[in-house]
């Protein structure tokens, strides 16, 4: 005990010493990643991996941006084109050039001073035979050592499922595959699988003695029952009965059974090696297994062995009603973790902390925490473990020997100081993938830099979007869709969809453990369970936001307590012929309200269904609003954006201006975007059909002529058309936005791809709908009718001049707000993110559209050709701004890289000025002050000055192509003199005059002299 105690105590020394050391390297700097001065994202894949990212180092830099930004970069599934479906979080990607390749982009980033923030996904893996974790869980079940890792209801609402889980990856109904043959049993060496063409099922080995013992008695009788081939055989089924079921979660039987299996595996493999006849006979016995098609009762079996397993194989279309893993919303190749677990969270997170501990990289982005059992708790254990690998660190310099007991303590100690504020709280830059709804806020208690920026992208698309066109436009859209469609309710019955479709299994296995925590009280016991579920799913029908974050301890912020209180209510006055009690108990299950005497195991359950809750709303909310909701509710799809609100007809900059406050008073860190990998248009796309909100009038007219015109294509199927009015008025915003700047030519390869492009994204699009066709009931007449029309309309040439006049008028006022929206996130509070390529005018659409490959070569011609004339001197500089800036030259695109080139550089010289300034409202004076946004940066005496134009379509068309500017822009006295840091002009006086601002260039960036 003596001995034991002064362990303890040099353990306890130790760390206090590492900390010490720590908090002062804190305080000088050292350890804390720097936010980055902007980021630039790149999509990663087996085609550009790790070296082709490096190089695109040097052009990168020259750009101006501070640090890369990569998609997930662990490894993923084999071919994955995002990256998001990892199945081994302690290697980078082998398709991407893994560690060797990585290491050669982190020194060419090292080399110019640049960071890289990684993307990481914490909330799910990808599942298949690549995920030791997942194979493993396949086998053993409960028992498996990584069962703690994967989010499975092992005593599910079916009975069948007990202490299994659902894999529904089969093609057809069970028994039809069994019976064609398509499920094999294989034998590799001394393990045996399923297959089922490219998957791999994996036996247990409690059920591997069913197939060597089968028929074993011709195998003795052959051998002689003394031989040793057949003793050791019979040795191996007798070690593998013998182990633990996989019920038991002991931890010590899950190591026993983890360390047997594998033993009794390489055992059979060296007898099959050493013994032709043994080796004959369990080949012969895997092929009676197997059984023959037309033959139904010799796969008998077949499923029995099947039978036996951890895991039942279904088909496919089952899963939205009996899965029992939680999922990455409904995509069942995507199983979700239980990071709350520390030791899958250490597992997760080893090698991307090692990563950020070496400088190889700089910051995290962290994917979905909404699907976290508890986020801000996992933002703290990141912190605190990245703080723990300075510490490791720190420890092996000073020549520190930590054992176990001083690791364990030292985390304990670093949570504790985090805790009490004696530590820096965010010493990782991390920013957080985190939706906002409309006036919601980042919960304060997260330990992170700020959001991707979704809630900044709705706010500043809003800008450009004509308020006073809204009642037009809602008269124009009830035209198209047959009447007043109201987006609220649309939300409520897409929700409706998905809770009673692809996510139904989570539906149920909430209401169950709501009737469960009924039964355990008299006076809410006679609560049927279809009462609780009606209750359950209005509940989710209506919440508002993605998500509460009840903690761990039962914690309910003022936040939550008033979204629930609220859903209640409506809830309530929503369901006359429920019992209103009902609605109360579900309240005050999740606000943790206890009613007196319940039992602490009746208070876990309590809190164990808030938890839970939580983690399914947010998935309901996407899967209903952004991947179905947003594909049937098209009055102006501009509008229809990650983080934005359709049904607010644009923002004003009142409402910009107090977003940026917020911002730099809470989340000065937070990135600023314009396009991402999940937005549904790019920012260029989204501009030019928000012009069309000055245009209602001429939109209106051209929808009614088309309709006419290509009447011809539309198909007429049994009660509908294909497509019918709506979805014809989808793909018509979407021609005006992507319409290329050079026109169409029928017969052209460029027009070949654009069709190609356009009918794909017309997929995309009706399926998620969910109205005549979906991903799980395709309906390939109504698909075909949409291809055939596209295809009829644009071989018209008489409708591509027509739509071609309206889609150029739509761009010349969109590619001023283009550069608008750039300008405006270049100098606001945050950290400007740029989406790989839309540095010129990119007309991509959603995802997979918006991964297509970029010329980095035109890009890096062009960034060269503008700094050899900006190098020419300032009268160079003004001629370049004035040329590419002119409305004749803007489809080019060399006005936004200059724009971007020259911002980017800006926020590398005032890096602090650009994260830490005030944000200062600037308002014009004029007659045309409603159409210019303004603000400044001041800090220390520096300041820099944003002023954009706004709703400018009927301004250009009164200026004969380029609006004629009247009126000034006071600057509040910042500065005596400022310059253009774009055009060089320079500006005295405190409101220079907004023709003196726009005269050489569409949009002003200032710096103070």
Same mark, same amino acid.
């Given at each position: 005990?003596?001995?034991?105690?002064?362990?303890?105590?040099?353990?306890?020394?130790?760390?206090?010493?590492?900390?010490?050391?720590?908090?002062?390297?804190?305080?000088?700097?050292?350890?804390?990643?720097?936010?980055?001065?902007?980021?630039?994202?790149?999509?990663?894949?087996?085609?550009?991996?790790?070296?082709?990212?490096?190089?695109?180092?040097?052009?990168?830099?020259?750009?101006?941006?501070?640090?890369?930004?990569?998609?997930?970069?662990?490894?993923?599934?084999?071919?994955?084109?995002?990256?998001?479906?990892?199945?081994?979080?302690?290697?980078?990607?082998?398709? @991407?050039?893994?560690?060797?390749?990585?290491?050669?982009?982190?020194?060419?980033?090292?080399?110019?001073?640049?960071?890289?923030?990684?993307?990481?996904?914490?909330?799910?893996?990808?599942?298949?035979?690549?995920?030791?974790?997942?194979?493993?869980?396949?086998?053993?079940?409960?028992?498996?050592?990584?069962?703690?890792?994967?989010?499975?209801?092992?005593?599910?609402?079916?009975?069948?499922?007990?202490?299994?889980?659902?894999?529904?990856?089969?093609?057809?109904?069970?028994?039809?595959?069994?019976?064609?043959?398509?499920?094999?049993?294989? #034998?590799?060496?001394?393990?045996?699988?399923? #297959?089922?063409?490219?998957?791999?099922?994996?036996?247990?080995?409690?059920?591997?003695?069913?197939?060597?013992?089968?028929?074993?008695?011709?195998?003795?009788?052959?051998?002689?029952?003394?031989?040793?081939?057949?003793?050791?055989?019979?040795?191996?089924?007798?070690?593998?009965?013998?182990?633990?079921?996989?019920?038991?979660?002991?931890?010590?039987?899950?190591?026993?059974?983890?360390?047997?299996?594998?033993?009794?595996?390489?055992?059979?493999?060296?007898?099959?090696?050493?013994?032709?006849?043994?080796?004959?006979?369990?080949?012969?016995?895997?092929?009676?297994?197997?059984?023959?098609?037309?033959?139904?009762?010799?796969?008998?079996?077949?499923?029995?062995?099947?039978?036996?397993?951890?895991?039942?194989?279904?088909?496919?279309?089952?899963?939205?009603?009996?899965?029992?893993?939680?999922?990455?919303?409904?995509?069942?190749?995507?199983?979700?973790?239980?990071?709350?677990?520390?030791?899958?969270?250490?597992?997760?997170? #080893?090698?991307?902390?090692?990563?950020?501990?070496?400088?190889?990289?700089?910051?995290?982005?962290?994917?979905?925490?909404?699907?976290?059992?508890?986020?801000?708790?996992?933002?703290?254990?990141?912190?605190?473990?990245?703080?723990?690998?300075?510490?490791?660190?720190?420890?092996?310099?000073?020549?520190?020997?930590?054992?176990?007991?001083?690791?364990?303590?030292?985390?304990?100690?670093?949570?504790?100081?985090?805790?009490?504020?004696?530590?820096?709280?965010?010493?990782?830059?991390?920013?957080?993938?985190?939706?906002?709804?409309?006036?919601?806020?980042?919960?304060?208690?997260?330990?992170?830099?700020?959001?991707?920026?979704?809630?900044?992208?709705?706010?500043?698309?809003?800008?450009?979007?004509?308020?006073?066109?809204?009642?037009?436009?809602?008269?124009?859209?009830?035209?198209?869709?047959?009447?007043?469609?109201?987006?609220?309710?649309?939300?409520?019955?897409?929700?409706?969809?998905?809770?009673?479709?692809?996510?139904?299994?989570?539906?149920?296995?909430?209401?169950?453990?709501?009737?469960?925590?009924?039964?355990?009280?008299?006076?809410?016991?006679?609560?049927?369970?279809?009462?609780?579920?009606?209750?359950?799913?209005?509940?989710?029908?209506?919440?508002?936001?993605?998500?509460?974050?009840?903690?761990?301890?039962?914690?309910?912020?003022?936040?939550?307590?008033?979204?629930?209180?609220?859903?209640?209510?409506?809830?309530?006055?929503?369901?006359?012929?429920?019992?209103?009690?009902?609605?109360?108990?579900?309240?005050?299950?999740?606000?943790?309200?206890?009613?007196?005497?319940?039992?602490?195991?009746?208070?876990?359950?309590?809190?164990?269904?808030?938890?839970?809750?939580?983690?399914?709303?947010?998935?309901?909310?996407?899967?209903?609003?952004?991947?179905?909701?947003?594909?049937?509710?098209?009055?102006?799809?501009?509008?229809?954006?990650?983080?934005?609100?359709?049904?607010?007809?644009?923002?004003?900059?009142?409402?910009?201006?107090?977003? @940026?406050?917020?911002?730099?008073?809470?989340?000065?860190?937070?990135?600023?975007?314009?396009?991402?990998?999940?937005?549904?248009?790019?920012?260029?796309?989204?501009?030019?059909?928000?012009?069309?909100?000055?245009?209602?009038?001429?939109?209106?007219?051209?929808?009614?002529?088309?309709?006419?015109?290509?009447?011809?294509?539309?198909?007429?199927?049994?009660?509908?058309?294909?497509?019918?009015?709506?979805?014809?008025?989808?793909?018509?915003?979407?021609?005006?936005?992507?319409?290329?700047?050079?026109?169409?030519?029928?017969?052209?390869?460029?027009?070949?791809?654009?069709?190609?492009?356009?009918?794909?994204?017309?997929?995309?699009? @009706?399926?998620?709908?969910?109205?005549?066709?979906?991903?799980?009931?395709?309906?390939?007449?109504?698909?075909?009718?949409?291809?055939?029309?596209?295809?009829?309309?644009?071989?018209?040439?008489?409708?591509?001049?027509?739509?071609?006049?309206?889609?150029?008028?739509?761009?010349?006022?969109?590619?001023?707000?283009?550069?608008?929206?750039?300008?405006?996130?270049?100098?606001?509070?945050?950290?400007?993110?740029?989406?790989?390529?839309?540095?010129?005018?990119?007309?991509?659409?959603?995802?997979?559209?918006?991964?297509?490959?970029?010329?980095?070569?035109?890009?890096?011609?062009?960034?060269?050709?503008?700094?050899?004339?900006?190098?020419?001197?300032?009268?160079?500089?003004?001629?370049?701004?004035?040329?590419?800036?002119?409305?004749?030259?803007?489809?080019?695109?060399?006005?936004?890289?200059?724009?971007?080139?020259?911002?980017?550089?800006? #926020?590398?010289?005032?890096?602090?000025?650009?994260?830490?300034?005030?944000?200062?409202?600037?308002?014009?004076?004029?007659?045309?002050?409603?159409?210019?946004?303004?603000?400044?940066?001041?800090?220390?005496?520096?300041?820099?000055?944003?002023?954009?134009?706004?709703?400018? @379509?009927?301004?250009?068309?009164?200026?004969?192509?380029?609006?004629?500017?009247?009126?000034?822009?006071?600057?509040?006295?910042?500065?005596?003199?400022?310059?253009?840091?774009?055009?060089?002009?320079?500006?005295?006086?405190?409101?220079?005059?907004?023709?003196?601002?726009?005269?050489?260039?569409?949009?002003?960036?200032?710096?103070?002299?």
């Amino acid at each position: 005990m003596g001995a034991e105690n002064g362990a303890g105590a040099a353990n306890a020394a130790k760390v206090e010493e590492l900390l010490g050391a720590l908090a002062e390297a804190l305080a000088r700097g050292e350890g804390v990643t720097p936010r980055p001065a902007s980021t630039y994202r790149l999509q990663l894949h087996p085609g550009f991996g790790f070296d082709a990212a490096a190089a695109l180092v040097p052009y990168l830099d020259a750009l101006g941006v501070s640090d890369v930004y990569l998609s997930p970069v662990l490894a993923s599934a084999p071919g994955s084109t995002h990256g998001y479906d990892v199945v081994d979080h302690a290697r980078l990607d082998p398709e @991407l050039g893994g560690e060797e390749g990585y290491a050669r982009l982190a020194a060419a980033c090292r080399a110019r001073g640049m960071g890289i923030l990684l993307d990481y996904v914490p909330n799910h893996m990808g599942i298949g035979p690549w995920n030791a974790w997942w194979m493993d869980l396949l086998e053993n079940g409960p028992s498996s050592v990584h069962a703690p890792a994967f989010d499975v209801d092992w005593t599910p609402l079916k009975s069948e499922l007990a202490n299994k889980v659902l894999v529904p990856v089969l093609g057809d109904q069970f028994g039809r595959v069994l019976e064609r043959g398509e499920l094999r049993l294989a #034998r590799d060496g001394g393990a045996l699988a399923i #297959r089922y063409f490219d998957h791999t099922f994996p036996v247990a080995p409690r059920s591997v003695p069913l197939v060597l013992r089968h028929g074993i008695e011709r195998l003795r009788e052959a051998l002689g029952p003394e031989d040793p081939s057949l003793q050791e055989l019979e040795s191996i089924c007798t070690a593998l009965d013998k182990l633990a079921p996989r019920s038991e979660t002991r931890p010590e039987a899950v190591a026993e059974r983890a360390r047997e299996k594998e033993v009794a595996k390489r055992r059979l493999a060296a007898l099959c090696d050493a013994s032709p006849a043994v080796r004959a006979f369990v080949d012969e016995d895997v092929a009676a297994f197997n059984g023959t098609p037309g033959d139904p009762r010799s796969f008998d079996l077949l499923q029995r062995l099947l039978d036996a397993q951890a895991y039942r194989l279904a088909f496919w279309r089952v899963a939205g009603e009996e899965i029992n893993y939680r999922r990455f919303f409904d995509v069942n190749a995507l199983a979700a973790l239980r990071m709350e677990e520390p030791r899958v969270f250490a597992e997760a997170h #080893r090698r991307v902390l090692a990563l950020l501990r070496d400088g190889d990289a700089t910051g995290l982005r962290i994917d979905h925490p909404d699907g976290l059992y508890a986020p801000a708790a996992y933002f703290r254990r990141l912190q605190a473990c990245y703080l723990a690998e300075r510490a490791r660190a720190l420890a092996r310099a000073r020549g520190i020997a930590l054992e176990n007991g001083a690791e364990a303590l030292l985390l304990e100690r670093l949570f504790a100081e985090l805790e009490a504020g004696r530590l820096p709280a965010r010493p990782l830059y991390v920013v957080a993938e985190k939706v906002l709804a409309a006036g919601e806020r980042l919960p304060q208690g997260w330990d992170v830099d700020g959001t991707t920026g979704y809630e900044l992208l709705a706010a500043v698309n809003g800008l450009f979007v004509d308020p006073a066109a809204q009642r037009a436009f809602d008269a124009l859209y009830a035209r198209v869709a047959g009447g007043r469609q109201d987006y609220r309710r649309t939300v409520e019955e897409k929700k409706r969809l998905v809770m009673s479709s692809s996510m139904a299994s989570e539906i149920n296995m909430l209401a169950h453990r709501l009737s469960r925590i009924s039964e355990t009280d008299r006076r809410t016991r006679d609560f049927t369970l279809n009462e609780l579920t009606r209750a359950l799913v209005e509940y989710v029908a209506l919440f508002p936001v993605y998500r509460t974050y009840v903690t761990r301890r039962g914690e309910v912020d003022a936040r939550d307590r008033d979204y629930v209180e609220a859903t209640i209510a409506r809830a309530r006055r929503r369901s006359p012929l429920v019992d209103p009690s009902i609605y109360d108990f579900l309240r005050d299950v999740l606000l943790q309200r206890y009613p007196d005497g319940l039992p602490e195991a009746a208070r876990c359950a309590w809190l164990e269904f808030a938890l839970k809750l939580q983690q399914v709303t947010g998935p309901v909310t996407a899967k209903a609003v952004e991947d179905t909701a947003f594909y049937c509710y098209v009055r102006l799809v501009s509008l229809n954006e990650v983080g934005a609100d359709p049904d607010r007809f644009g923002s004003s900059p009142d409402e910009l201006h107090a977003l @940026l406050a917020e911002r730099r008073a809470r989340f000065p860190g937070s990135l600023s975007a314009s396009s991402t990998h999940d937005t549904k248009r790019s920012e260029d796309v989204r501009a030019r059909i928000s012009a069309l909100s000055e245009l209602p009038g001429e939109l209106r007219a051209a929808v009614s002529r088309w309709g006419r015109v290509n009447r011809p294509h539309v198909r007429r199927l049994e009660g509908r058309t294909a497509p019918d009015r709506r979805d014809e008025y989808l793909l018509y915003q979407t021609l005006l936005g992507t319409f290329p700047d050079g026109g169409l030519t029928p017969g052209t390869p460029a027009h070949a791809d654009y069709l190609e492009r356009m009918q794909a994204y017309a997929q995309k699009a @009706l399926r998620e709908a969910k109205i005549h066709t979906s991903w799980t009931h395709p309906d390939e007449e109504y698909e075909g009718g949409v291809r055939a029309f596209l295809a009829g309309a644009l071989a018209s040439r008489a409708f591509l001049r027509d739509l071609g006049a309206l889609a150029e008028r739509a761009a010349r006022a969109g590619r001023i707000s283009s550069l608008a929206q750039v300008a405006l996130k270049l100098a606001a509070p945050g950290v400007p993110d740029v989406y790989q390529g839309t540095e010129l005018w990119d007309l991509s659409l959603v995802d997979p559209d918006n991964r297509r490959p970029v010329d980095w070569a035109r890009r890096a011609r062009a960034l060269e050709a503008i700094q050899a004339e900006l190098a020419r001197g300032p009268e160079a500089r003004r001629a370049l701004a004035r040329r590419l800036g002119a409305p004749d030259a803007l489809a080019g695109g060399e006005a936004k890289l200059l724009l971007l080139a020259e911002g980017l550089r800006l #926020r590398r010289r005032e890096r602090a000025l650009l994260l830490e300034g005030d944000h200062r409202p600037l308002a014009a004076e004029g007659p045309l002050a409603g159409h210019v946004v303004a603000f400044a940066r001041t800090l220390g005496g520096r300041a820099v000055a944003c002023a954009v134009p706004r709703l400018v @379509l009927r301004l250009q068309d009164q200026g004969g192509g380029a609006p004629r500017w009247e009126g000034r822009l006071p600057l509040g006295g910042l500065a005596a003199r400022w310059v253009d840091v774009v055009t060089g002009t320079v500006h005295r006086g405190d409101a220079p005059a907004l023709a003196d601002l726009f005269a050489d260039f569409p949009v002003a960036l200032l710096a103070s002299e």
